[in-house]
């Protein structure tokens, strides 16, 4: 639908075949590629391959499985790989008229053929490639005919210009109300309930608009080497934690008597902590101590291993 609207986005190819995929990666003969499940979220089964060797083994770990929706994975999508950095791009929209409630970069690691979520900070609607972006990302919705409702895009900033990488015509899995409205005053769930109940309102104060930045702002999910399983929470150490200066929400992710694995993706990520403040210092100051303390939270039954 983009490539008919004469909009940029990665080249891509899907089959049940491992072997078509590497063919097809072979055949482009630029790596890296990305091989992930058609349908999932939180970069779950998504790998980042630098040859044909990696395009297999991605393709083969994901065939066959369930995925995060307890759907079966009958088919693997290989796509070129985008350089560049990416952003979400959230949005409401009524009768095709949009109103952005906020563009967030992410900042994330790469372990291995994994590409691990660190943080998201909030961009400034005015600065960098943030009007592209909104732009770019109104342009998609109405290439998709989606014109009512709330919408999570994932948007790369190439040397090109934007590029998409998977949109949702739902909410972000991240909205935390109270927080979104702290950093830019709105948030998106307020703003879909708004748009449904009184249209008319949402049009005259918020459509073709884009939010304000207040304060500055991160979320942090952290990641962790240690492979065992979770004996106890640390509480003093949590608490130590909630207690940081711009920590607005903090949530451990892990339950005593659960498995507690390298990261790999979001739902093996450890602790989410949104940050706000009006010190963008104050957040590198925490987001320093939040990774000096993580791995203490969990205490570990006898036996559980570190590192590996």
Known sequence: ALRRAGLRCAEQFR??????????????????????????AATEG???CQGPEEVRKAAEAVLGTR?????????????????????????VSYDGRRY?????????????????????TLCSP???????????????????????????AEVIMTE????????????????????????????QADMTALAYARPAEFLAE???????????????DTATELDGIVDSIDQDVFEEIEALESVHFLRAKLRPGGPIRPTVDLYT????????????????????RIQQLKDRVYRLAEGAEAGR
């Open 46 to 48: 998504v790998a980042v």
């Open 126 to 152: 005015e600065s960098g490639p943030v009007p592209e972006l909104v732009a770019y990302t109104s342009e998609v919705l109405s290439a998709l005919g989606i014109d009512h409702g709330p919408v999570h």
């Open 206 to 220: 918020y459509g073709g608009r884009t939010y304000r930045k207040l304060r500055e702002a991160a979320v942090i």
């Open 100 to 120: 952005c409630t906020g563009v967030w970069q992410y900042h994330k690691r790469l372990r291995g053929t994994h590409r691990i979520y660190d943080q998201e």
């Open 15 to 40: 089959s049940g075949d491992p072997q078509a995929l590497v063919d097809w990666a072979e055949r482009r003969g630029e790596y890296p590629v990305v091989v992930k499940p058609l349908s999932s």
């Open 67 to 91: 995925n995060i929706f307890f759907e079966t994975n009958d088919e693997v999508l290989v796509q070129s790989f985008l350089r560049g950095e990416e952003y979400m791009v959230d949005t």
């Open 160 to 187: 090109e210009g934007p590029a998409l990488v998977e949109i949702g015509a739902r909410l972000s899995g991240g909205v935390l109300p109270a927080f979104n409205d702290l950093c830019h005053g709105v948030n």
């Open 269 to 288: 990520s450890t602790l989410v902590a949104y940050t706000v403040h009006e010190s963008a210092e104050q957040l590198r100051e925490d987001y320093a």
